[in-house]
């Protein structure tokens, strides 16, 4: 079941004493705008909603939002303070007894535990339900732009890290998360989908042979594209310029959505992309040509080992400002 506190939106939204409210949803919920709108509506409020993409707290719709006098963002934590925009994280239950087939897959007794925004009201549950399995689960906090406890994305895996712990086990969809955990601390990772009670460890040998091959490919481009978001919540300028300036082939390509029918007509041989590091590994299939993250354009370049491989993170210095 997919929760939204509405109340407590309204109350926020009367409390700030604004108006114009914009709404913005990522695609997975917006089949819950229209009645969302409606809800604030009948409360006095005039309500603009983003048809815009979103895909995380990082891509805030700032043109709604100059438009309104507050931008409600729903489904995600802040990946950064921003005193403009209401937050709004959604919580999806699932019955945590389903965990018990994921204990047969766990080789330790010592576990850290990770998940999704949508999920981490549910940490505590699930510690106490892996403890009746004699499992003892760690959850730690990531800080920085997971600020939950227990909470990932696919640009930081401090929360993962942050455990100590040589097995992690992942609660949440898809493999990009996982994969992730897997090459950002180098524990054995197990991956749990709550929907559908499948668990799976996570094995990133295929992902690797398929990245060195796009690498390999990049070391022969003549002709290089760095792209640069120009999503402030994605924007690392200076990560760019800095890569840029190891190759005269290299070229810095400022847009909003990475987009290959935007890139095609530039010609490039490869692509460098330092907006959200998932694109690399989500969108590659939409490319035709590599598309690889800084730290694999710094092995094309020679300038990193292939024994140093790390997967992208917005961390530290490397993390956008906004
Ligand atoms: S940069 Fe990508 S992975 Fe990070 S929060 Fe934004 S959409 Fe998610």
Known sequence: MILIDTEDLIQQLHKRGVHRVAV????????????????????????????????GACDLDTDAAALADVLVHIGHAPVSENPSVLFVPVSWDFD????ASVVPLLRTKRIGVVTTVQHVHLLDEIVTCLGTFGI???VAHGGGRAPLRGQILGCCFD??????????LFIGTGLFHPLGIRLATGARTVAFDPFTAHAEEVDTERLLRRRAVFIEKARQADRVGIIVSAKSGQQRLARA??????????VLILMT??????????????????ACPRLAFDDQ?????????PQEYEIALGIRGWEDYRIDEFCGDEAPAA
């Open 136 to 138: 003892e689960a760690v």
């Open 285 to 293: 299939d939409r490319f035709p040509v590599p598309l690889i993250t």
């Open 96 to 99: 945590v007894q389903a965990l």
């Open 24 to 55: 913005q949803l990522p695609a997975g919920l917006r089949r819950q705008a229209f009645d969302l709108v409606q809800t604030i509506r009948a409360e006095g409020f005039e309500v603009l909603l983003s048809g815009d993409p979103c895909y």
């Open 257 to 274: 959505e990475v987009s290959p029918d935007e890139l095609l007509n530039f010609g490039m041989d490869c692509y460098v992309n330092t």
């Open 159 to 168: 929360a993962a890290r942050n455990t100590g712990a040589t097995e992690i």
């Open 241 to 250: 310029r800095r890569l840029a300036a190891r190759s005269e082939r290299a």
